[in-house]
């Protein structure tokens, strides 16, 4: 069973930056790929990034990439997101999730909802214009 909490989500103006982190709990962190999703209020929740479970591997959807990079401390289960030059479209409630690792690859990169197992609660980004 892994626990999430995710935290560093506020107010900013556009063109600013916030750090996400998501801190996990459990032993065997290191062999979870983690993403970050975000959901704005009256649509679905989208994949906004995600990382392997080792190796760095990293993939991002299209609307944040080149300003936004994901990252994980294995050695402190930790996973961040940082953003850059936010826009008020950036707006969205932020979630981080985990993949059980059972029977994937090291290099692979789940990128659909449907495929995390653990999620946590959630922090607000508002970005204003």
């Known amino acids: 069973q892994v626990q999430l909490v995710e935290s560093g989500g506020g107010l900013v103006q556009a063109g600013g930056s916030l750090r996400l982190s998501c801190a996990a709990s459990?032993?065997?962190?290191?062999?979870?790929?983690m993403g970050w999703f975000r959901q704005a209020p009256g649509k679905e929740r989208e994949f906004v990034a995600a990382?392997?479970?080792?190796?760095?591997?990293?993939y991002y959807t299209d609307s944040v990439k080149g300003r936004f990079t994901i990252s994980k401390d294995n050695a402190k289960n930790m996973v961040d997101l940082q953003m850059n030059s936010l826009k008020p479209e950036d707006t969205a409630v932020y979630y981080c999730?985990?993949?059980?690792?059972?029977?994937?690859?090291?290099?692979?990169?789940?990128?659909?909802?449907?495929?995390?197992?653990?999620w946590g609660q959630g922090t607000q980004v508002t970005v204003s214009s």
């Open positions: 459990g032993r065997t962190f290191s062999s979870y790929p």
């Open positions: 999730a985990a993949k059980n690792p059972t029977s994937i690859s090291r290099y692979y990169i789940p990128r659909s909802r449907n495929e995390y197992d653990y």
């Open positions: 990382i392997s479970r080792s190796d760095g591997y990293t």
